[in-house]
């Protein structure tokens, strides 16, 4: 098939084929009109914890909330500053100072989050926040190895990461996201690898007491009903997202293979456009999930809109580096303040990627890159005229030679 549009993100057919299971979850909750709490929230937890090889979960109604929540239960207080990076969703600085504490970055270096020094805010940096961005994972060891040094708080951004493992060399064993840091955020907004039908996350962690905490702190602070020991949030995990994201748990090692397998074959199918577009690089100690596949080209914009007017649904994450969106005027960072992300923000194109993705879908995306790079290369080697230049067609000629393509 070479017609039809192509998704960003197609939801619908993995739905349905699971319809009649998850039809069920829904029948249950109307039948027992157990809606919040109940048995489904802590079977999906008790999964969910075997699954990240953590020793708790606990459900949470956002991966917003598991990630405010888990800093206030790792003792995050006002004053506090807490580092992550600027190329993320504005979720992570937002539970940042929602614990009211100063969010701070280090700037990415491309392949790693690397060194933690904050001397900005004043604060004391009390907690760093590695951002398992796209479902690759950070680079675990150096972190925690600081953190160890500074007595810093790890909490892991896994809310992109469900089920990505990192090779640690301190232990020599491949762990998963969300089992490295204190605890960790994971969201199941629908578009994640695993996603509810409607908002949840989670929080996983080692830590009894964190897990107690977080608990309290997720249903008003309640150590039993009406008894308020704290001040809590309403951050609670519906019985009805449970028991969908229970069924969908099942089956999301192999949709995040899905995802490997279709992420090598992009890798394959756009080498030859080397010279325009750099595809995920994949160290050697990180097995990603793909919860994105994110290209990085100069002519990102152009690209964007070529595949658009091919059929081809993108997405950019995240257009503007979270340090100069609007709302952070206040904290005084400018363009040029982190150079790394800002130039990537510039550059990064997300293509189409979720389990079930088509083959025959991939090589038309390919094909489209490739037809663009090849297009660019051309224009700016003077073969053929852009509009800029003038009219097209001056000389007719269309070249279609190999070198134009890349290597
Ligand atoms: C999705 C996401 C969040 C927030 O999760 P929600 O469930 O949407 O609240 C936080 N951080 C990252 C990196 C995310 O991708």
């Not at 929230?41 to 075997?50: I, K, L, M, N, S």
């Not at 009903?225 to 309403?234: L, T, V, W």
Request: charged share 20%.
């Amino acid at each position: 098939m070479t017609t039809g549009e192509i998704p960003f993100l197609d939801l619908v057919t993995v739905h349905r084929e699971l319809r009649e299971e998850l039809r069920s979850v829904f029948e249950t909750a109307l039948d027992t009109a157990g809606f919040v709490g109940g048995p489904a929230v802590q079977e999906f937890e008790r999964d969910f914890a075997a699954f990240c090889e953590s020793q708790f979960c606990v459900g949470m109604a956002s991966g917003t909330d598991a990630l405010r929540l888990a800093l206030v239960a790792a003792g995050v207080r006002p004053g506090d500053t807490v580092v992550t990076v600027p190329l993320t969703f504005i979720a992570t600085t937002e539970a940042i100072s929602q614990a009211g504490a100063r969010p701070d970055f280090v700037d990415i270096d491309e392949r790693k989050v690397g060194r933690v020094v904050s001397k900005r805010t004043g604060g004391p940096v009390t907690a760093v926040i590695p951002v398992h961005l796209y479902g690759q994972m950070a680079d675990m060891d150096p972190i925690l190895e600081l953190a160890a040094r500074y007595d810093l708080i790890v909490i892991e951004d896994a809310c992109q990461a469900h089920g990505a493992e990192y090779l640690s060399n301190k232990e020599d064993r491949w762990r998963k996201a969300g089992s490295m840091g204190r605890a960790a955020a994971f969201s199941f907004y629908p578009s994640k690898n695993l996603g509810a039908c409607g908002e949840a996350g989670a929080v996983t962690t080692d830590d009894e007491q964190l897990a107690r905490r977080c608990q309290m702190l997720r249903d008003h602070g309640q150590s039993r009903k009406y008894f308020h020991d704290i001040e809590g949030y309403n951050g609670r995990l519906d019985s009805i997202q449970a028991g969908i994201l229970r069924v969908k748990l099942q089956h999301l090692t192999r949709w995040n293979e899905q995802r490997r397998q279709s992420a090598e074959s992009y890798n394959e199918l756009l080498a030859p456009t080397a010279g325009r577009v750099a595809v995920p690089y994949q160290p050697s100690w990180s097995k990603p999930v793909y919860h994105l596949y994110v290209i990085r080209t100069p002519d990102r914009n152009e690209l964007q809109k070529h595949l658009t007017e091919s059929g081809i649904g993108t997405a950019i994450h995240y257009p503007i580096p979270v340090h100069l969106q609007a709302t952070y005027a206040l904290l005084g960072w400018k363009r040029g303040d982190f150079p790394v992300s800002e130039e990537a923000a510039n550059q990064i194109l997300s293509l189409p990627m979720f389990a079930g993705l088509r083959s025959e879908d991939q090589h038309r995306v390919a094909e489209a890159v490739a037809g663009f790079a090849s297009i660019r290369s051309a224009s700016e080697a003077g073969i053929f005229p852009t509009p800029s230049h003038g009219s097209f067609g001056a000389k007719g000629e269309v070249h279609h030679g190999s070198s134009l393509l890349g290597r």
